[in-house]
């Protein structure tokens, strides 16, 4: 099957922006969650909860929309999504207790929408590696920044600075392309055999790092290392940058299977790194390697993706894969730390790794650099 690539640059850079602005909401909903539970809106323990329902539904609503729906009137299904979550943003501000389960649940259905309109473009492009690698950089920067000024105006002001991040959706739904290709194939847009192992990969490896994320204040902790947080984000927001420009250096030119085999080398050294009880520095250096690693991954997975499924309706798909690995990894870190304590998540997160590397090695064809399809 031969794919030509997706609409004009105006419109591909709006649907770059749709997706990076849904995505730098969901990533200030944990933050706006603490605030609001300090305001004795919600119970503390319900912010984990809410936090992952928003993530779970985003999955589920871009496989929804990958595998049900015509990439067709995106204008419309733009723009009814970026209402909601709107809508969604400043339900915030009246929500109560169990209802911001409900409020995120809509919230992450309607994100989905507009994260799907993204990677659809990003998929069908020709060369999709610089498309991933900016979307991966703005929403990982977005989400830093976002957070900051959030912080400084308050739990209101940072619900209404997220209603008026989903606010700009409105905005942008008018410059899409009303339309993008069609991967269906006699109406079925389901990845094949490959294409599945090749996305169960991918949540492995992204559980992985998950899992290891969402103790890393938890490790610091253990190692006598209680105030590094700050550090250890302002390190990966440029192991993230130094990520992105090796997988624009390394598309086409290495393959998938060496290219998983790297990174879950880095996960590895990192784990090593981090059971060594390490000092300041090397903790810090260990999450870097993790970050970069990750972003490079990200920044490829459409060309590692591509060439496991070559009618490209994996890498339609994929963000459910990531969102799952997002909700389920900190789960499962949570689950092994309870029988385990802290340095549990450094076995699960090695053990995940190395099984999303038996998956990639099942999914992809030898030798050959990675390609974007055809």
């Known amino acids: 099957m031969t794919t030509r690539p997706d609409s004009a640059r105006p419109q591909a850079l709006a649907a770059l922006a749709l997706g990076s602005l849904a995505m730098i909401v969901t990533g200030l909903q944990s933050l706006l969650l603490h605030e609001l539970a300090g305001l ?28 049900l729906l015509k990439p067709h009137r995106l204008r419309l299904w733009a723009a009814g999504a970026a209402g909601v979550c709107v809508i969604a943003s400043l339900a915030a501000l009246v929500a109560r207790d169990g209802q911001f389960l409900a409020v995120r649940a809509v919230g992450g259905l309607a994100g989905g929408v507009l994260v799907w309109i993204t990677v659809g473009m990003i998929a069908r492009q020709a060369r999709p590696e610089p498309w991933a690698a900016a979307f991966f950089l703005i929403q990982s920067a977005g989400q830093v920044f976002g957070a900051a000024i959030a912080t400084a105006l308050g739990p209101i002001g940072g619900v209404l600075l997220a209603a008026g991040l989903s606010g700009f959706g ?7 392309a009303p339309a993008m290709d069609d991967l269906a194939q006699a109406g079925d847009r389901r990845p094949d055999r490959r294409g599945a192992l090749g996305l169960l990969a991918l949540f492995l490896y992204f559980a992985a790092n998950a899992a290891l994320w969402f103790r890393m204040r938890d490790l610091a902790a253990a190692q006598g290392l209680p105030a590094i947080s700050g550090l250890v984000v302002l390190t990966t927001l440029v192991a993230q940058m130094l990520g992105a420009m090796a997988a624009l250096a390394l598309a086409g030119r290495l393959a998938p299977r060496r290219l998983f085999v790297l990174v879950v080398t880095c996960l590895l050294i990192g784990c090593g790194l981090l059971a ?27 060309g590692v993706l591509h ?20 909700a389920l990894g900190p789960m499962a870190a949570a689950a092994v730390v309870r029988l385990g304590g802290p340095g549990a998540v450094l076995v699960l997160s090695p053990v995940l790794a190395m099984a999303a590397l038996a998956c990639a090695h099942l999914s992809l064809p030898r030798g050959g650099p990675a390609s974007p399809g055809s």
């Open 307 to 326: 060439a496991a499924d070559p009618s490209r309706r994996a890498g339609a798909v994929s963000p459910t894969a990531q969102f799952l690995a997002a």
């Open 276 to 302: 060594s009880k390490p000092p300041a520095l090397v903790f810090v250096a260990a999450f870097g390697l993790l970050a970069f690693a990750a972003l490079l991954l990200g920044a490829s997975l459409f």
């Open 170 to 176: 409105l905005l942008v739904a008018p410059l899409l």
């Open 40 to 67: 004795g809106r919600l119970p503390a323990d319900l912010i984990l909860p809410t936090a992952l329902a928003d993530l779970v539904c985003m999955a589920l609503s871009v496989a929804a929309c990958a595998l």
